[in-house]
């Protein structure tokens, strides 16, 4: 990999930049990828970063983006899509495997990391096969055990750390989002192409708000309000 500046389009974020050497698409999307996990993790662990490339795997920085390192390339299937941190632990990284976009690469399941992307385990959400997809995975923020992650076979939940997955709505959210609300962590938001879903209850049950959005891309964001 190559570094350079790269113009903060976004505000001021402070990112470090990326030249990927395989292409300036994928330079992109690493960056943008960047720039939203940045802002969530910047408060806890100003120097830890991890970008997530749908074709490239997962990569992790350790000082603010100045220089990277591949935690990915010996596993099985290197696609990364979605990447949880736990709260507490920064060691515990779980990552929803796969090119959610273009399928270029397919998914495994979610996988887990407990020393901090050294070495990786499968979870109970674990997929055989090259037909399956998975997207956006998040953590409770109060309760790091809980997780979701949006895949084509539904959305689904652990309680456990992943050690067991039960769907809580089919269909398929792959190519979607899944938010938490802000400060409150008993409502989540879920859009697909067809639908837009809320849960009040800590995601036990979602309830559809509109099941008619015909879309070939869905997405969303929650502010606190």
Known sequence: ?????????????????????????????????????????????????????????????????????????????????????????SKIIYIATGDKDTFSTYSIGVLKSIDGGVSWNTTGLTFTGVSYASGDIIINPNDPKILFCATNDGLYK??????????????????????????NANTIYAVNNTGFFRSTDGGSSFTTITSDLNSTRSLLDVTPA
Do not use: H
Request: charged share 15%.
């Open 1 to 89: 990999m190559t570094f350079d500046t790269f113009v903060d389009w976004y505000g001021t974020w402070g990112l470090r930049a990326a030249g990927f050497v395989v292409g300036t698409y994928i330079a992109f999307v690493a960056t943008v990828i960047f720039r939203y996990f940045q802002g969530v993790w910047r408060g806890k662990w100003p120097l830890e970063n991890c970008v997530g490339i749908g074709i490239g795997g997962i990569w992790k920085s350790i000082d603010a983006g100045m220089s990277w390192a591949p935690m990915s390339d010996n596993l099985p299937q290197i696609g990364v899509s979605g990447i949880a941190i736990d709260p507490t632990n």
């Open 158 to 183: 652990t309680n456990d750390g992943g050690d067991t997955w039960y769907q809580v709505v089919p269909g398929s959210f792959a190519k979607g989002s899944l938010r938490y609300k802000p400060g």
